[in-house]
């Protein structure tokens, strides 16, 4: 049934709910332990939806960004070995192929820590990062970094045209699926690149979720999920054609979007948009046979744990990660069953996990527990961690769920 109250926030469609996963803390909001932290935890109602005529799949109700970006940003994308050479390739290639002249220089928006911009410092090219918390600001200003916090809109893109100019390249690499108010990132993009400039996007691509069944990509922060379709309806309200996509398969599956003022097209974008088309990413009925295969791997891995537990075995889980919080929430899995999560990012050490309060230890002593199972809810980065903890002699059974459960012995 279609909720007039609910209008696709691409092209104002009227859209109908999709999935109802409850009541969600938002993802990367970690708790100190405390009894009136705990008790005053915030929760909204996470229930999604698909536009029928763009393909934009959304939450439809997302809450206030202030309480999802701020001061105490846990996600430290530099953590990963793997994710800073992807974007050291990245920056190169803008390097060789963008910046030209002495006047050209690249805006990351959602610089984070500054994964992308530390290649700019080592190769002393001109840039900007914007972003919205302002500890991830900190910590990457402590970098080198040209940083500044705040919300990306046409305000703060005048006030950077007065102040620098405008931007060779406008990035944006896992940010634009966080905000809300897409139509305010484009106008301030359409403000400030430069007639030949370029705009690069990078998040996790919506087919891909489908195909596996990571129901997990959806929570607070990721209240979009992106596809070649709904992209290029946003980006052609301002002028901005798709002329390229490249496919990764970094965060279980990522697209980076090419987009300028020229109507030129790659064939790989022709090649995606008839796979979307394909696959009905427009279509309530997909989204049906998704919630089917969303439940199914919250079942088995519900059903692993109860029946390994019941058997006595120890189980711990690796990643405290913003997807594992859709799925410990919606399938109800808390430290009845899961004792602890291991994590490297200092900013997540000793809190718990939202909603389901599960303690959060320092991962260097990992290899010292020797669990039975750990649950890798860092999936994505399963080669990387891996091998690591193999280095380090940590003897356990590394278990994925993903789309189906497989247990891998760490040595
Ligand atoms: P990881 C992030 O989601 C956050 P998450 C964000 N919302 C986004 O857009 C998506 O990515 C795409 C830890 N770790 O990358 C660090 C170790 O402990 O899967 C992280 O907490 N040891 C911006 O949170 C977590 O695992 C290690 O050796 O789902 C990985 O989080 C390594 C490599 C990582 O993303
Ligand atoms: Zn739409």
Known sequence: MFNSAFKCRVCDNNLSITIDFGLMPIANNLLEQNYEVVKSEYKFHMQTAVCNKCGCFQIVKVPDKNLMFNNTYTYFASQSKSMTHHFQIL?????????KDESDYVLDLGSN??????????????????????????????????????????????????SKGKAKVIISTNTMHHIEKC?????????????????????????????????EQIYAEHNFIWCCSSYKTLFEKYSFFLNDVEHFSIHGGSMRYYFSRNKERSKSVDKYLALEKNIKV?????????KIKSENVCNKLKNFLEEEKSKGKRICGYGATAKSS????????????????????????????????????????????????????????KNEITAKEKKNGARTTWVEYVPEIKLTNAN
Request: charged content about 25%.
């Open 113 to 162: 820590d500054g994964i992308f911009l530390k290649n700019f410092v080592d190769n002393e090219i001109d840039h900007l990062g914007v972003d919205a918390s302002e500890n991830v600001v900190n910590n990457s200003k402590s970098k080198g970094i040209n940083a500044i916090c705040g919300f990306f809109n046409k305000n703060l893109c005048e006030s950077i045209i007065k």
């Open 282 to 290: 427009a279509d309530n009925l997909t989204y049906e046979n998704f």
């Open 183 to 215: 139509h305010e990132v484009l106008e301030g993009m359409d403000l400030l690149l430069k007639d030949d400039g370029m705009i690069i996007i990078e998040d996790p691509y919506l087919p891909d979720m489908l195909k596996l069944g990571s129901f």
């Open 91 to 99: 920056g190169d290639s803008i390097m060789k192929n963008f910046v």
């Open 326 to 381: 859709t799925l410990l929430n919606f399938a109800k899995i808390d430290g009845s069953l899961i004792e602890c999560i291991y994590d490297s990012t200092p900013a997540k050490i000793g809190k718990i996990t939202p909603g389901t309060h599960i303690p959060i230890k320092d991962a260097s002593k990992f290899r010292f527990e020797n669990f039975d199972y750990t649950i890798l809810f860092a999936w994505n980065l």
